[in-house]
């Protein structure tokens, strides 16, 4: 069972359980753990395309910790001197590096969740509470791709009449971007106000008007968040004892590695990999399965 498939408040619950985390842990073993696990998870749900953000937000992260390096200074352990004659060190350096990693972690988690979220989850965790909310979150999610698909139809029809991305002179190349995007605009704001008008004749602006899923909670959900909720308690622990920070000025204080700190990385990894781990059980369970069933009916065809 994929964890797509799963009651969407237990994919909301999860989401905001990692995305919390990676943002709050400044640790260099839970950020390196955050970014394999995220990076691992956004292979199994988009393939290799997953590998442009994974591996090229990390020479930004390394530009960025440079930058900070070079304009912040604090620290003791000094590795240079800039062009503009300030000192750079590593404990600014190592700050800049902890903050981008974060924000690679970060996004690479929200792909995940991109990808794990639908409109109609969005529409039933939020329909009760802000109905207009989740019905303009959909509409968004929705144009989208819909808006990529209408830039790469208008690409192909002006290249047929000579309009391409690559062709005529430069001045040419320009006026042609210029009516593209002004093809591109006009097409979204036409569909907006259909949108906009479909949605009214089907009366979104009603009061007490609710929507029809299909999720239920069921046992494996409850499963899901019993396991959920003890990683959880054992990471509190974990931020309680000051083992998920660690501080750079004047330099480089952190709590030691001890065996009590690998069970809390141990719980941290488990709870990124909780997804993926379930699914590659679930379908080994699913291959046996299908292995015995089909090894009966053709024992019953002998």
Not at 12 to 32: D, E
Not at 115 to 134: E, Q
Not at 148 to 155: L, P, T
Not at 173 to 190: C, D, K, Q, V, Y
Request: glycine residues 10%; aromatic residues 10%; proline residues 4%.
């Amino acid at each position: 069972m994929e964890f797509a498939r799963y009651h969407p408040a237990i994919n909301l619950l999860y989401s905001t359980a990692v995305l919390t985390g990676t943002i709050l842990f400044r640790q260099p073993v839970f950020l390196c753990l955050s970014y394999v696990c995220a990076f691992l998870y956004l292979l199994k749900l988009r393939g290799l395309r997953a590998l442009i953000p994974g591996l090229g937000l990390l020479p930004l992260a390394l530009l960025y910790a440079l930058w900070y390096g070079s304009y912040h200074h604090f620290g003791l352990t000094v590795l240079g001197v800039n062009f503009i004659g300030n000192q750079v060190t590593l404990e600014s350096f190592l700050c800049g590096g902890t903050w981008a990693m974060v924000c690679v972690a970060a996004v690479l988690w929200m792909g995940c969740v991109h990808a794990v979220f639908t409109t109609d989850k969005i529409v039933y965790l939020l329909g009760r509470v802000s109905p207009h909310l989740s019905l303009y979150l959909s509409i968004l999610l929705r144009t989208v791709p819909r808006l990529n698909k209408q830039r790469q139809r208008i690409e192909l029809a002006q290249r047929g009449i000579g309009r391409g991305k690559g062709q005529g002179n430069i001045f040419q190349r320009m006026r042609n971007a210029l009516r593209r995007g002004s093809i591109l605009l006009t097409w979204l704001i036409e569909g907006i106000v259909t949108t906009s008008d479909s949605m009214r004749c089907r009366g979104c602006s009603l009061r007490g008007r609710t929507a029809y899923s299909l999720y239920r909670f069921d046992g494996r959900d409850r499963s899901f968040v019993i396991g959920l909720c003890s990683l959880i308690c054992v990471l509190l622990m974990a931020l309680l004892l000051d083992q998920t920070m660690i501080r750079f000025a004047p330099q480089v204080v952190m709590m030691p590695i001890t065996p009590m700190s690998c069970l809390f990385y141990a719980a941290w990894a488990a709870l990124c990999l909780l997804p993926p781990v379930l699914e590659g059980i679930q379908g080994s369970i699913d291959a046996v399965g299908g292995g015995k069933l089909a090894a009966l009916l053709q024992g019953n065809a002998e």
